[in-house]
């Protein structure tokens, strides 16, 4: 990963043709040349810098240079997070046209295609930062997994990103634990657009690699609700584990979860498809962080000291300042149910809330999956 504010213009380059000594620079040719931004750098944001990093020296209608925007840390060892990124993924090289900018303006500045890897509860203030300060042409995608709740009823953060930006915004989502990807163990994933095939398209070229393949499909809100929602289901998925009721228990709960999940998007946004479920954002996803996600794991660590410990003290030790995103989905979830007189629809999504807010007891899951 390159410094933060190195230069950010490749050298010079001359025409070999002796009739024309053009002098020629990175921002002047080719004018259709898209420049990305990744905003955010914990685990999923440096992972996906590192992808498009690769991508881009290789397709030649991308810069290169890829900026990453980092919130600026200085590390026990004084060094700033934005020169090296050992606290997210020590050891792993994100390609040398990786640029680290500690400042958000600069870091999005010029860029038409930005990429939003953050923790949920902090894009509106975001996105309020960059207002009128990107490009007229920005595209975006989000791969964030979570959603608002407004007065007027939940906002998925694709759609924050559109009313706030006045942009287009696809979503990335899928069976994606980051540090198996950062060691290029092959993995899956999917990109939700609306109407737009060719940028779809374009998402997809940007992100796939021989380890990563991605696929797209026409549901935006099917993708993401499917990314967001499972994070709950995993919190149930780790109730169980840190109760050892075993993996008949945990089946049947992921099962359920699904379901749950499905009626809950569906009644939300009739325009979710069925067919989405069964893509790397759904059914695959579902999977993986139920079997080895942070929600799960701070989860079990919860069920197996009581709910005695609370989760911002379980976030603080196990996850290294990464944010766990399931919590606070839930309560979100579960305000949308309540406000809506569905809770007695989606028992286990009401039951993972109030277990996570002491209102029950970890083992209210389990008498949950006998009723």
Not at 129 to 140: N, P, T
Not at 290 to 318: I, P, Q, T, V, Y
Request: hydrophobic share 40%; charged share 20%.
């Amino acid at each position: 990963m390159a410094p933060a504010y190195e230069p950010l213009l490749a050298g010079e380059t001359s025409s070999n043709n002796n009739d024309s000594n053009i002098i020629i620079t990175q921002d002047e040719v080719p004018i259709n040349k898209s420049r990305v931004t990744v905003v955010g750098s914990g685990n999923w944001g440096s992972v996906a810098a590192k992808l498009i990093a690769s991508n881009t020296l290789k397709l030649a209608n991308f810069h290169d240079e890829v900026r990453m925007w980092v919130y600026e840390e200085v590390l026990p060892s004084g060094d700033k997070l934005s020169e090296e990124n050992v606290k997210y993924l020590p050891g792993i090289k994100l390609g040398n046209n990786v640029v680290a900018v500690p400042d958000l303006e600069h870091a999005v500045r010029d860029a038409n295609m930005l990429v939003f890897v953050t923790p949920h509860q902090f894009m509106e203030g975001i996105c309020k930062r960059i207002s009128g300060k990107i490009r007229e042409d920005v595209e975006a995608i989000s791969l964030i997994k979570g959603m608002e709740v407004k007065r007027e009823g939940p906002c998925m953060i694709s759609s924050l990103i559109t009313e706030h930006l006045g942009v287009n915004c696809c979503v990335l989502m899928g069976a994606n634990i980051a540090n198996e990807i950062a060691v290029e163990k092959f993995s899956e994933a999917t990109v939700g657009y609306k109407e737009n095939r060719e940028i779809a398209e374009k998402w997809v070229r940007l992100f796939n690699t021989p380890y990563f393949m991605v696929s797209a499909v026409q549901d935006v809100a099917g993708v993401e609700l499917c990314g967001t929602l499972k994070n709950v289901v995993a919190l149930a998925a780790g109730f169980v584990d840190g109760l050892e009721m075993g993996n008949n228990t945990k089946a049947a709960i992921m099962r359920i979860g699904l379901r749950e999940m499905k009626a809950f998007s569906k009644l939300l946004f009739s325009s979710v498809k069925d067919s989405t479920f069964f893509e790397s954002c759904g059914v695959a996803d579902l999977i993986t962080t139920c079997l080895g996600g942070r929600n799960r794991k701070c989860a079990e660590a919860f069920a197996r000291n009581g709910g005695k410990r609370s989760f911002d003290e379980l976030e603080a030790e196990m996850l290294q300042g990464q944010k766990l995103q399931g919590v606070s989905t839930a309560k979100e979830v579960y305000e949308v149910l309540s406000h809506r007189g569905w809770l007695e629809l989606f028992p286990l999504f009401a039951t993972v809330h109030e277990i996570c807010i002491g209102s029950l007891p970890p083992t209210s899951i389990v008498e949950y999956s006998q009723s």
